[in-house]
């Protein structure tokens, strides 16, 4: 060392592993205890899930993927699910081209996982399509590495694909390439998937158009967005689903019919739209009025002054309830199952009523709840680095 | 200090204005009128309605009673009138105001991109232009949360100036900031003083308006009690109450 003298190392007793241990583990007796304790009960408890987990019989869901997957979607049709997920693939890897740390991590785990899942069907087949979004991951990062710039039209470019992969799975009546698949047969993961997409996708604008309405200035508009927002709130998701289902075909002329997924979507994007609201409505509160007076000062109008400085402030305030907001709603779509919707838990039940597989509850249920945990928890990740990026709290 | 033309036209002109805040009586009669180039400053005490009088020339506050005409433009509930007066108008606030989800550049090209529908280009540049008249030409891609209250003023007058106004407002735009910085932010104002702008300040900055000011207004319980240059006001003030004011800000 040849510079300031007076820096000296940290005492013995708190550096390393050992330092460690004793200062946060057994340093008062009853937090020895409390240690001793919970080595016991994760040796246990954990030793006895490995166990289980090891000895389960896991074909019942191997041999059902595609319904957990699909549901009863037709299997020489599949192609077009994963045409959509190699889209989405591809998009992924654009925006983790131009995301941060964040973005980059949760795409290279997707890619992580589809080679997993690539190598691990090599031998059964099928494998090619996890391949292939490998690589479309990787082609989309490529692509937009270091160009931020097209951070909009990436974005423009995910809503103009939410509506392609309607398209795709939907198809074109009597069309040989691209034929109809009723949504009676989109079901699984697939389905559980589309009715949280088109809900938050949805329910987003609809949710901020009522919290902007809840503040209107004109009455009849004011008073609608307080009636529409207190009255769906005071009402469980399962009856606006009923609702839904007998009510909304008696709005709508004859020809408009909507099948029972769309009223579903229209329901469940219903439901959640009054809960943005609100959250969207905390957020506009936690505006302090002189940025209202400083952009009217400077002669915006009150939209200009809406779009450019109250709803970006307020938004970010709300990133964590409205992610959480998302997150139940992921969760909350396995209430279709009500109305008759085959969801991924939906075809858990109905693989656990094959005769062959009776008796595999532990194994159906873990895996449906590994599968929304995974999501969920992904969601709750992005949410909390996206409010550490947007600087929330300190900017 | 230097003297305006006397054939300098009106610009604000305020006929016994009145406003009320529910029952609160807060202005009661003011009647003022501001030549072109003019510089202003307004001083009484707190509560006095000094705040509430000069955000009614911009309309942040709606006056009740009486008229205000700000560059040939009656103030009424016409929204387009309001809005042209606001184009006219810059303000700047005591706790400065900056947008803190926009960048410095953004924050002051903002309004002449959307309110004058000027280019991109063209906004930028006015706003590099200024950041280096108020001598910040640094910060341009910083956030106002990562600069001093000094510069986060400075940031906000570039910002009024921005849009090119014939007026600019200033409510106590010092009485935020820690002493030291205090000077940078009065250097910017003289500098806009002595370049003919038409400005109204409430500030209790008395060396400023001795320097500056072409006159001086002396607001107490909503009403207009006393004016005159700043020779009149600090050597010969004519009313008991703006001597004990003066008396106790100066010590
Ligand atoms: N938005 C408001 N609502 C009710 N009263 C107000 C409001 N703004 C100001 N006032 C009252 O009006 C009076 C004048 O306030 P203000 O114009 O801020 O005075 P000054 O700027 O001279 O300190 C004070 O009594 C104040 O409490
Ligand atoms: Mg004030």
Redesign the pocket.
Known sequence: MTTTAETIGPPRTSVGALGWLKRNLFSPWYNALLSLISVWLIYSVGGQTVQWALTARWEVITSNLRLFMVGSFPPDQVWRVWLVVTLASLLAGMSGGIGGRTARNIVFSLAASFGLFGVLSLAGGGYEWHFANVLAIGAGYLLTRGRAQWGRWVALAWLLAFFLTLFILYGIEKNEWLPLIGTDRWGGLLLTFLLSIVGIVFSFPLGVLLALGRRSRMPMISLFSTLYIEIVRGVPLVTVLFIAQIMVPLFLPEEMRLDRIMRAMAGVTLFAAAYMAENVRGGLQAVPSGQVEAAHALGLSDTLVTVFIVLPQALRVVIPPIVSLFIGLFKDTTLVAIVGLLDLLAVGKSVLAQPEFLGLQKEVYVFVAGVFFIFCYVMSYASYRLEIALGVGKR | MSSIAKESKDIIICQDVHKW?DR?H?LKGINLTVKQGEVLVIF?P????????IRTINRLEEHQRGTIIVDGIELTHDVRNIHAIRTEIGMVFQSFNLFPHLTVLQNISLAPMWVRKWSRDKAEQIATDLLKRVGIPEQAHKYPAQLSGGQQQRVAIARALAMQPKIMLFDEPTSALDPEMIKEVLDVMTELAKSGMTMLC?THEMGFANAVAHRMVF?DQGQLIEQGTPQQIFENPQQERTKMFLSQILH
């Open positions: 805040f609160l807060v009484g707190s509560g006095s309605g000094k705040s509430t009088f409430v607001f």
